[in-house]
T-cell receptor
Framework: NAGVTQTPKFRILKIGQSMTLQCAQD?????MYWYRQDPGMGLKLIYY???????DKGEVPNGYNVSRSTTEDFPLRLELAAPSQTSVYFC?????????????FGPGTRLTVL | QKEVEQNSGPLSVPEGAIASLNCTYS??????FFWYRQYSGKSPELIMS????GDKEDGRFTAQLNKASQYVSLLIRDSQPSDSATYLC????????????FGTGTRLQVTL
């Protein structure tokens, strides 16, 4: 199993550009998550999905969009990139059963907006 | 605002000693708690989960939970230089386990 994979690893965007961060998991997990992590800060939840076709906002959703057409894939779309979106983005997945929500993280995408 | 609080550190311990990492949480309804290890420039890695009051041991790691005091801790016995990392504490929200709130992490340095 590859686990959770993310592409690209690094990206530099200009202000106003758009891009999609890719995330895939091969563990048949029902839940998937997107977080951002700024230096010295904890992980902030952007969006999450409870299954194909179902997504919901997290703590910091503004400026982002998601979709989940399959169980495996959960791309994150940045429209009109801004310097405030410079961060490290992590995708995670879990198989939620009752209170059991052990999340497994991908390697991350380091994004710089100039 | 649901919060998970950790001392940012660095916590410095000599090799072979016990490292004690602490975490408090504000959401009294949180039921599940997790410790993640994050090396610099890498992604978080789950090392312990705990759901009931008391201690849970896994190798050199022991997680302790006290829901009455809203307190979670992680003990690392026989600390090794390879344990040097940032340790993130996370807790679920009241009424749903679908979302986690993460603390900002404690940086641990194990010195030779």
């Amino acid at each position: 199993n590859a686990g959770v994979t993310q592409t690209p690893k690094f990206r530099i965007l200009k202000i106003g550009q758009s891009m999609t961060l890719q995330c895939a998991q091969d563990m048949n997990h029902n839940y998937m998550y997107w977080y951002r992590q700024d230096p010295g800060m904890g992980l902030k939840l952007i969006y999450y999905s409870v299954g194909a076709g179902i997504t919901d906002k997290g703590e910091v959703p503004n400026g982002y969009n998601v979709s989940r057409s399959t169980t495996e894939d959960f791309p994150l779309r940045l429209e009109l990139a801004a310097p405030s979106q410079t961060s490290v983005y992590f995708c995670a997945s879990s198989y939620l059963r009752g209170e059991y929500n052990e999340q497994f993280f991908g390697p991350g995408t380091r994004l710089t907006v100039l | 605002q649901k919060e998970v609080e950790q001392n940012s550190g660095p916590l410095s311990v000599p090799e072979g000693a016990i490292a004690s990492l602490n975490c408090t949480y504000s959401d009294r309804g949180s039921q599940s708690f997790f410790w993640y290890r994050q090396y610099s420039g890498k992604s978080p890695e789950l090392i312990m989960s705990i759901y009931s009051n008391g201690d849970k041991e896994d190798g050199r790691f022991t997680a302790q939970l006290n829901k009455a005091s809203q307190y979670v801790s992680l003990l690392i016995r026989d600390s090794q230089p390879s344990d040097s990392a940032t340790y993130l504490c996370a807790a679920t929200h009241t009424g749903t386990a679908s979302k986690l709130t993460f603390g900002t992490g404690t940086r641990l340095q194990v010195t030779l």
